[in-house]
């Protein structure tokens, strides 16, 4: 494995500096930060993305850099129960903090892309996991998107109305 090191923030004497290894993800998946192991993977619903980190931890989440789950989702509780069921299907729950980028799509896109990245994230972790999860739908991409608008219609399927006289 090869090492990066990045400098951080300079301490006001210059003889001291501080310096972050972190190693490149070897084929386990996982890549090594300073306190400690993280995994990670892609995951997708309608338009939006997510980009989950997991390490060991409580259970936290943080979301955008800034968020916690209940603050980005508004309280919505079939949302929350939809992001925590990859934890609850593998009996994981509290056990890992979640750091997530969510982008594109709505709310409820977000959460399935969070969802189904939490998912994938835990294929990484523990492969033997992976048939449990399947099962509940959860690591297959739902490839349902709207259908693109046609022309010489209202909508996608919908056409004018027709009148002979």
Not at 51 to 74: E, H, M, Q, T, W
Not at 110 to 119: C, E, K, T, V, W
Not at 124 to 146: A, C, F, Q
């Amino acid at each position: 494995m090869s090492e990066k090191t990045k400098k951080v923030a300079k301490p006001a004497d210059k003889s001291v500096a501080a310096v972050v290894v972190k190693k490149a993800a070897g084929k386990s998946g996982g890549s090594i930060y300073a306190k400690g192991l993280q995994h990670s993977a892609y995951g997708k619903r309608k338009n939006a993305t997510a980009r989950v980190v997991l390490r060991p931890g409580s259970g936290k989440f943080l979301i955008n850099d800034a968020y916690d789950l209940p603050a980005y989702f508004g309280n919505r509780q079939t949302v929350l129960m939809q992001v925590a069921r990859p934890f609850r299907v593998a009996e994981l729950e509290n056990q890992y903090d979640v750091f997530a980028k969510l982008h594109g799509g709505g709310k409820f896109g977000q959460a399935g892309a969070l969802a189904h990245a939490i998912a994938k994230t835990i294929v990484v972790i523990n492969p033997g996991l992976k048939k449990k999860l399947k099962d509940e739908n959860l690591i297959t991409r739902d490839s349902r998107v709207k259908e693109t608008k046609k022309y010489g219609r209202k909508k996608a399927r919908k056409g004018y109305t027709y009148r002979k006289r």
